[in-house]
């Protein structure tokens, strides 16, 4: 991906936590209804909403770091 197409850390982030959200709610809706399905979907929903939370920061890091290398010429 070149730089104008690549997701920014905080627009990753925010994709982590509305699946986080989505997760949150499949499994409410599990617990709810006794569908083991929605329970272990939302689970697993909730898990890689905060991996993608993490990488969403990490991503912004590195963006910060590559920035101030720029401005400080090297």
């Known amino acids: 991906m070149t730089d104008s197409t690549r997701k920014s850390g905080e627009q990753i982030e925010l994709e982590g936590k509305a699946k986080e959200l989505g997760g949150r709610v499949k499994d409410a809706l599990g ?5 083991p399905r929605h329970d272990v979907e939302g ?3 909730k898990v890689e909403g905060k991996a993608k939370q993490k990488l969403g920061r990490a ?5 910060d770091v590559e920035s101030s ?3 400080s010429g090297l």
């Not at 617990?31 to 569908?35: A, P, R, V």
């Open 31 to 35: 617990d709810l209804t006794g569908n």
């Open 43 to 45: 689970k697993m929903d």
């Open 59 to 63: 991503q912004s890091e590195l963006d």
């Open 69 to 71: 290398r720029r401005g």
